[in-house]
């Protein structure tokens, strides 16, 4: 069993959005080496950090200053300084890739994504380069970092979610180009809502990539504001309760 919850600057409509995921008796994953860091650039969400405990860390790399705050599962969120003109505040996923070349041309042959100029305050010292939809939308930033270590999804990996007209040119881009196909396009039931049809593929690094058709989900994503039944989550061992019994 498990439970869901969105959460953006926004309506999702307008805003990039993080699906929070929890899974019933799972307090904990092994993480890779793959997300980087997420950027956001939020005034003042440093000092906010520090108030409320949480950790705050910041680093040197080739005289540059970084600052990050670790939410409490250890998510790295880079914290840079608004955007003057910028409406989204969420500016990049950063993901570690084994071959950069093969990585931008996966994404914007193959998928079709643009080749973006990277945003103030996400620059890396590493051989990288972002790619998106749009200038005022988020990028994904692909980074062939100098560890020299092998790109490790562990037990953590995600996946990115894509709301467009049809899945099918996605799917067949992939097709096409012999790359991975996870689940060919279907449509997925929802009870009480409309139904969605969806394509997942994966990357060259094995990163998840959804494509969600527009019909019917933007129905799917107005918030309910469902209540929390807190009780039912805890006799399913969430939120650090023991697990059932069974």
């Not at 996923?93 to 945003?119: C, E, I, M």
């Not at 969806?198 to 504001?225: H, K, M, N, Q």
Request: include cysteine.
């Amino acid at each position: 069993a498990w439970s869901k919850t969105m959460v953006a600057f926004g309506p999702e409509n307008g805003n990039f959005a993080f699906e929070l995921t929890y899974n019933y008796g799972i307090d904990g994953y092994t993480f890779g080496n793959d997300l980087q860091y997420i950027a956001m650039a939020v005034a003042g969400a440093e000092e906010r950090a520090e108030a409320f405990g949480y950790t705050v860390v910041k680093e040197y790399h080739q005289g540059q200053l970084s600052t990050f705050v670790l939410s409490p599962d250890g998510y790295r969120f880079k914290v840079v300084a608004p955007i003057q003109g910028r409406g989204e505040q969420v500016l990049a996923v950063a993901l570690r890739v084994a071959d950069l070349s093969s990585a931008v041309d996966y994404y914007t042959n193959v998928l079709g994504f643009k080749v973006l100029p990277t945003l103030p305050g996400t620059e890396h010292p590493d051989s990288n380069v972002s790619v998106g939809w749009a200038e005022d939308q988020v990028r994904i930033q692909l980074i062939q970092v100098s560890d020299g270590q092998a790109v490790d999804h562990a037990l953590s990996s995600g996946r990115h979610a894509n709301v467009c007209k049809s899945v099918l040119p996605y799917y067949e881009g992939a097709k096409a180009a012999k790359d991975k196909i996870i689940n060919k396009p279907l449509t997925l039931p929802t009870d009480g809502k409309a139904d969605v049809v969806v394509s997942i593929l994966a990357d060259r690094d094995g990163y998840e990539i959804c494509f969600v058709e527009d019909i019917g989900y933007w129905d799917l994503a107005t918030p309910l504001y469902d209540l929390i039944d807190w009780a039912e989550r805890a006799s399913r061992g969430g939120d650090g309760a023991p697990p059932p019994k069974y």
